[in-house]
């Protein structure tokens, strides 16, 4: 079946530190790739996504890109602040595989940046 | 804007007892769905719903009961809370099916089993 692993956190870092978090997935059809942001006490919300083949998302500093040939979605960002403290989770929607019309998540990846 | 709400945040549970978790969103939305979220295993999806009177099972259902009567509300009911089943639940919705859309997310209801 489909599934999404993503690097083991916690990660730490200091504020305008270079951010990456691995993603990489398996999937059986034609998957969409998501990143979701969940901070402190809320629920998750979309950051950015990528609907096919070498298409880069981008939001908030942030960026992806969806490559097939590695399936990797990782993501980046060039200078982090404070408050992107929060958990970040990769995710894949697969219109042709047996996951359709559902999203697979990866576990999480806890980000903390200090001042 | 209320978008999507969840009702309680927060509940404490005998094992044994029943409960319905409340999700209700204001965005005309066919598709809702339930995910719960462990400590390092990401959200699970429980129960979802392509539209009024649609369900089908997740990867995790075992345990739980939903129904979709109108377009609007989706609730969670646990039949026999289980110490398995403390964890924190998530209501999501998206105005098409997930394939290429973006999911809306409630705050989350934790719940406890003892």
């Known amino acids: 079946g489909d599934s999404v692993t993503q690097m083991e956190g916690p990660v730490t870092l200091s504020e305008e530190a270079f951010l990456t978090i691995n993603c990489t997935y398996t999937a059986t059809g034609y998957p969409s790739l998501f990143w979701y942001v969940q901070y402190p006490g809320e629920g998750l919300q979309l950051l950015l996504k990528a609907t096919k083949a070498d298409d880069k998302g981008s939001n908030k500093g942030f960026e992806a890109t969806y490559r097939k040939e590695t399936t990797s979605f990782h993501l980046e960002k060039g200078s982090v602040q404070v408050s992107d403290s929060a958990v970040y989770f990769c995710a894949l929607s697969d219109w042709g595989g047996t996951s359709y019309g559902k999203l697979t998540f990866g576990q999480g990846t806890i980000l903390t940046v200090h001042p | 804007n209320a978008g999507v709400t969840q009702t309680p945040k927060f509940q404490v549970l005998k094992t044994g007892q029943s409960m319905t978790l409340q999700c209700a969103q204001d965005?005309?939305?066919?598709?809702m769905s339930w995910y719960r979220q462990d400590p390092g295993m990401g959200l699970r999806l429980i129960h979802y719903?392509?539209?009024?009177?649609?369900?089908d099972q997740g990867e995790v259902p075992n345990g739980y009961n939903v129904s979709r009567s109108t377009t609007e509300d989706f609730p969670l009911r646990l039949l026999s809370a289980a110490p398995s089943q403390t964890s924190v639940y998530f209501c999501a919705s998206s105005y098409e099916a997930v394939g290429t859309g973006e999911l809306f997310f409630g705050e989350g209801s934790r719940l406890t089993v003892l």
């Open positions: 965005m005309n939305h066919e598709y």
């Open positions: 719903s392509v539209g009024a009177g649609i369900t």
